[in-house]
């Protein structure tokens, strides 16, 4: 899985824990919708949803660990720019 299809969208996705994270999510998501749902307890159905959205949020917050670091990256490499320009001058 390198990227994530939703509402229309198409997201990359290069974190490998949340590659996943996402995939295991969706591997849950088909034992609740598959055609043997039917026969499944409610109390399973509820676990394996607590389960999904386990994933889902550990997906999440690989995805803003990413955001945090790319961020910070950024903010230095502005920081060592306008500072080298400033001694420039």
Not at 18 to 42: F, H, R
């Amino acid at each position: 899985m390198n990227e994530l299809h939703w509402l229309g969208h198409r997201f990359p996705i290069s974190n490998a824990k949340t590659q996943v994270s996402i995939l295991k999510a969706q591997e849950l998501e088909k034992d609740v919708n598959g055609p043997i749902t039917d026969s499944v307890p409610a109390e399973k159905k509820l676990a394996i949803v607590d389960k999904i959205f386990a994933a889902y949020n550990e997906a999440r917050i690989c995805i803003r660990n990413d955001l945090v670091r790319a961020a910070s990256k950024l903010f230095c490499s502005m920081y060592l720019y306008v500072w080298t320009e400033a001694q420039i001058i």
